[in-house]
């Protein structure tokens, strides 16, 4: 997956079309080459194979209902697919430095929350340190499962805020993921694919708790259907984006 969108990113940037390049303007601290394509792809599988783990995890966490469990095969894809998502994520933070023109302020950038060029602006540094702050917690709560024969409840506790990493991951994307920043398909995929993760972790929460996810599960929706509508909700508009 990870080659496929390796070569459709580099078409769109051999024909002018990669949003990356029309974003220059405004980030020039990107050079658009081969390893930041790279990245670029490695961080957009790991978006997916997070997807796919969330999802297993959720579903597979205890019986659905009254004498209805999920199928056995779910923790192990769920440990598998976690595992791939930090060997991606691994690639996407570390592979822009092999470039001809490494990100600008250095490994801090990648590794320091917070310690990236003042230039960048509030935004954009908020959104880099979401991700790396991500990548710490993927480390360190991720392989806790292996922990949860001695350390159940520890375990159980740890692996829900692990949950948050997906989060700050998402929200690394949305704020400043080049294909996903502007308004566009991408960008409404990610958001829509958000909902069926809300409905199944209502589904998990107790009764108090379901309202709210419910309602965020409803707004998400309303937030993918304008943006699918074109209207730019939480993007910049650019043409021919997505």
């Known amino acids: 997956m990870c080659a496929l969108l390796d070569m459709w990113l580099s078409g769109r940037a051999a024909t002018g079309r990669d949003t990356a390049e029309q974003l220059a303007p405004l980030y020039s601290y990107i050079g658009v080459g081969p390893t930041?394509?790279?990245?670029?792809?490695?961080?957009?599988?790991?978006?997916?194979?997070?997807?796919?783990?969330?999802?297993?995890?959720?579903?597979?966490?205890?019986?659905?209902?009254?004498?209805?469990?999920?199928?056995?095969?779910?923790?192990?894809?769920?440990?598998?697919?976690?595992?791939v998502t930090i060997a991606l994520v691994a690639a996407h933070a570390t592979v822009p430095y092999h470039g001809v023109?490494?990100?600008?302020?250095?490994?801090?950038?990648?590794?320091?929350?917070?310690?990236?060029p003042y230039a960048w602006g509030t935004t954009a540094q908020w959104g880099e340190s979401a991700g790396i702050i991500a990548v710490y917690l993927m480390?360190?709560?991720?392989?806790?499962?292996?922990?949860?024969?001695?350390?159940?409840?520890?375990?159980?506790?740890?692996?829900?805020?692990?949950?948050?990493?997906?989060?700050?991951?998402?929200?690394?994307?949305?704020?400043?993921?080049?294909d996903f920043l502007v308004a566009g398909h991408l960008r409404t995929i990610l958001i829509g694919a958000q909902i069926p993760l809300l409905i199944l972790l209502a589904r998990r929460v107790p009764r108090r708790a379901a309202f709210a996810v419910w309602t965020g599960a409803v707004g998400v929706a309303a937030i993918t259907i304008v943006g699918a509508?074109?209207?730019?909700?939480?993007?910049?508009?650019?043409?021919?984006?997505?």
Do not use: E
Request: proline share 7%; charged share 10%.
């Open 36 to 83: 930041y394509i790279l990245a670029r792809a490695a961080g957009m599988t790991a978006l997916v194979t997070a997807w796919l783990a969330v999802a297993a995890g959720l579903w597979g966490a205890r019986p659905l209902r009254a004498g209805v469990h999920a199928p056995s095969r779910l923790p192990g894809a769920h440990r598998a697919l976690s595992l």
């Open 139 to 178: 480390v360190l709560l991720g392989p806790t499962y292996y922990l949860a024969r001695r350390w159940r409840h520890g375990w159980r506790t740890a692996h829900r805020v692990a949950l948050a990493t997906y989060l700050l991951a998402v929200a690394h994307t949305l704020v400043l993921g080049s």
């Open 229 to 242: 509508l074109g209207s730019g909700l939480g993007g910049f508009p650019l043409q021919g984006a997505g």
């Open 101 to 116: 023109f490494p990100p600008l302020g250095g490994w801090s950038t990648a590794t320091v929350p917070f310690a990236q």
